[in-house]
Each structure stands twice: as C-alpha cells, then as structure tokens.
C-alpha cells in the first residue's frame, strides 16, 4: 500500500494516473472491511442463550400460551355450572305494596293475620282503606327430573374443559415450534455470516493478487474493475448478513414474548437430524396423540351430547317448590308466617316447533364436526408425510453438498494458481468464487431445512 500514499503528493497525479485512483479505492474498501468487522464482532454481545431455555422463556411469557390458559379456567368455570343443574335454588325476596283495590285489600289482611269481624260487612270490603304490606319470601326450587338435561350439561361442560386442555397443549407445541424455527433462523443467519466474512476475505486475497498482476503489467486494467466491483458486492452481501443477524435476533425475541431489543449470544450451531420411526408409525402417533386432533373428537361428542339436549325439551319435567312467607305492615315483621310445598310437572305439548328446530341445529352441526374431524385426520396425515418426505430429502442433500464446498475450495485454489501463472482469465477466477459461494450456501440451506424439518415432523406427528 505503500505506492498508493504516494499518489497523495501530486493531486494532477491522482487525476491522471488510473492505477493511483484503483488503489485509494482498495484501501478505502479494506478500512471499511475492517469497521465492519468490528461491528459485527460486537453484536454478539451478551448472556448465552441455549434453545431449552428460549423455549422456556417463551411457555412463561408468549401471549397466546396466557389466551389458552385463560381459556382453560373459562372452561372449568363452565364445568362448576352445570352442577348447578343438580342442585335447589334458594332465593330470598322482601316485596312491598300499598293498595286499595277490595280483593287485594281483603287478602292482604287476611295474609297478614288482621282480620276482624268488622272486615266482613258490605261496605268495608267494597271500600277498604288502602293498606301496606312487606312480604318477606324464602323459596326453594329443587329440580326432580328434567329428561337427563342436567345429566347431558354436565357431560358436555366436562368435554369443553378437556377439550380446552388439549387446545391449550396444541399452543404450547406451537408455540415451542415457533422458537425452535426462530432458534434455528438466528443460527442460519449466523452461520451465513460467516459465510459471508470469508467471501468477502477470498474476494479481498482475489483483489490483491489482480492488484499485482496489474502493477506488473500482465493484464488490463478491467481485470482489477472486475475485483473491484466483485469486493464491493461482497461486502453489501456481509452487511445484509448482518442485518439478517439483527433480524433473526427479534424474530426469535418475538417467539419467547421478551423485548425485541434484548441482547444474547447464541453458540449452538445446526447439526444434521434424523428421525428414528417410520412413516406409519408417525401418522398413528398423529391421529391418536395430536391434542387439536383430540380436542376436535372431543368436540365432536360434545356436539352429538347437544343433540340429546335439544331433545330433551320433547320430555315432561317435574320439580319440587317450598316457600315461607311473613307478612306485616312493618318491615321485617313476622307476625304472619306461611308456607306451602308444590310438586310442579310440566309438559311441552307444542312450542310451535322451536324443539324441533333446535333438534335439527343441533344434528346439523354435529354432522358438520364429524366432517371436519375427517377433514383435520386427512390434513394431519398429509402433514406428517410433507415433513417426513422433507426430512429425508433434507438428508440427502446434506450428503450431495458435504463434499461440494471442498471441491469449490479446491476448484478457486487451483483457478487462482492459473491466473497467477497466466494460464486462465480472470472471469474464471470470478466463476470460481461464485462457485464457492453457492456451494456454502446450499449446504448451509440443506442443513437448516434439515433441522426445521425434524421440529416440523415432531409438530405434525404431536410430539414436540
């Protein structure tokens, strides 16, 4: 670099002389590497983060995992309800009311225990004195039969609540995939970073030898443009990396419900997976284990449950009443107590066919459940088979791209000796690098496929 601060000394030098303003550009380029460099080595500061603890963090603080426990004592509430359907109903009521009207009048009196003999004649009953009355009232409902509905709401109100619980079950496995993608992510990310660091570092040893070849005078002056275009986009591709690095930080933030400005570091690297059970074994494992799979069959009962409900309004129900009574013209009084005892047996002969409709409702979206869960178990199976399939060709690649990088490294070494020696263009120097590139690329591509495959094949089958 020697040469290139002495072209500072004459600025009509600097002007004229192409090689001089080829290498200012250089050197500007490698000091710009070097800050970068810097900064990126900075932006993995911070405590180690492991994937078993993000996934810890994300099942205490993800929002939707909170929605589905609320969810869950919702439903238990529910639960507690439908009991009430067995138990009597004890209210208690204090009434008051003045009145002159004679029937209401006379029979005030007489609940009251006030009646004389004076009360009796004529004009006294037709043209009473406006009397006040407080009725206190306790009063007990005590269900007998009602056609199995309390039975049915109660086994209904239980398959909510266990269907709840498996939907709460569902969101954590998602919620645990989703950190393990976003886990995942920030380390691909990483690793393309890194990827990107050693092209730039090639592209710059690339640049370095055309620089030499230029000052020696074995070839053009566009062989050196050429290196120098190809260092430049090597180094907007290592800033986009880093982005990438940033983004993939907040992303995974996002997944475990923490601020997306919180700072780690994450040491994992991707490693290749692979599942040991077959095909069959899985889908089995999914139909039968799978908790939306399993909350939707629960919904499934506990729409056929609302048939027989519906139908229970064709059914006679019979129910037990009691009350006490005190009347007086004072509040609170208890001067004249009462009670009577009721058996009330109830038929609805014709509700101008609302029992029938509800009845059909209710068939109705008992078929359309019993459908979707034949829809959701062919959804399922087709799911598990995607991620399996993926799985395995995720495998095969691995093995197609774990000699290519070194085959690329030993193509670019070999076209870099030629070029030294004159033997071969600078445009095959440049394929060469690409190829290497490319050749990083995908076998970090297949291995992060790989891993997302594995999370994805454990989620499709339930057992995440």
């Not at 009597?88 to 008051?96: G, H, I, N, Q, Y």
């Not at 120098?228 to 419900?257: D, I, P, S």
């Not at 193509?411 to 190829?435: C, P």
């Amino acid at each position: 670099m020697e040469y290139g601060w002495k072209c500072f000394d004459d600025e009509r030098f600097i002007m004229k002389n192409a090689r001089c303003r080829t290498t200012i550009v250089v050197t500007y380029l490698l000091l710009a590497l070097l800050l970068s460099l810097m900064v990126a080595d900075l932006s993995y500061a911070g405590p180690v983060l492991t994937l078993e603890q993000a996934i810890d963090t994300a099942i205490r603080n993800n929002p939707g995992l909170k929605a589905a426990d609320a969810q869950v004592q919702a439903a238990d509430a529910v639960v507690l309800r439908s009991a009430s359907a067995f138990l009597p109903k004890v209210t208690l009521s204090e009434t008051w009311s003045r009145t002159e009207n004679p029937l209401n009048a006379l029979g005030t009196k007489v609940n009251q225990e006030l009646v004389t003999q004076t009360d009796f004649s004529p004009d006294t009953i037709n043209h009473p004195d406006p009397i006040s009355n407080y009725n206190t009232r306790l009063s007990v409902v005590q269900p007998l039969f009602n056609g199995g509905k309390e039975y049915l709401g109660r086994e209904q109100a239980k398959l909510g609540h266990e269907a709840s619980i498996q939907d709460r079950a569902r969101t954590r496995q998602e919620t645990t995939f989703n950190v393990i993608k976003a886990y995942y992510g920030l380390l691909l990310a990483r690793e393309y970073h890194k990827v990107a660091l050693q092209s730039v570092e090639t592209t710059a040893a690339t640049m370095k030898l055309a620089e030499a070849r230029y000052k020696a005078g074995a070839v053009l002056q566009s062989d050196l443009l050429r290196a120098t275009v190809q260092f430049a986009e090597m180094k907007e591709m290592l800033t986009r990396a880093e982005n990438n690095v940033k983004l993939a930080k907040a992303g995974l933030n996002y997944a475990m419900g923490v601020p997306q400005q919180t700072e780690y570091a994450v040491d994992d690297v991707l490693t290749a997976q692979d599942m040991n059970s077959d095909l069959d074994q899985l889908i089995s494992k999914a139909l039968t284990q799978r908790p939306d799979v399993l909350s939707l069959g629960l919904n499934r009962k506990n729409a056929e449950a609302g048939v027989k409900q519906a139908r229970t309004d064709y059914v006679p129900t019979l129910n037990l009443m009691g009350q006490v009574d005190w009347n007086s013209d004072k509040v609170a009084g208890d001067e004249a107590r009462s009670w009577a005892v009721m058996a009330v047996l109830q038929w609805n002969l014709f509700d101008g066919l609302v029992t029938t409709s509800r009845v059909r409702e209710a068939t109705a979206t008992a078929g359309k459940v019993r459908a979707q869960e034949e829809q959701m178990q062919a959804g399922v199976q087709l799911q598990v088979r995607q991620a399996y399939y993926d799985l395995t060709s995720s495998r095969d690649r691995i093995a197609a791209t774990a000699s290519s990088i070194r085959e690329a490294e030993e193509g670019l070494r070999i076209v870099q000796k030629r070029y030294e020696g004159g033997m071969t263009t600078f445009v095959d120097v440049l394929g060469a690098e690409n190829a290497l590139l490319r050749a990083r690329t995908n076998a970090l591509q297949a291995l992060y496929d790989n891993n997302r495959a594995h999370a994805e094949l454990k989620l499709a089958a339930g057992t995440l």
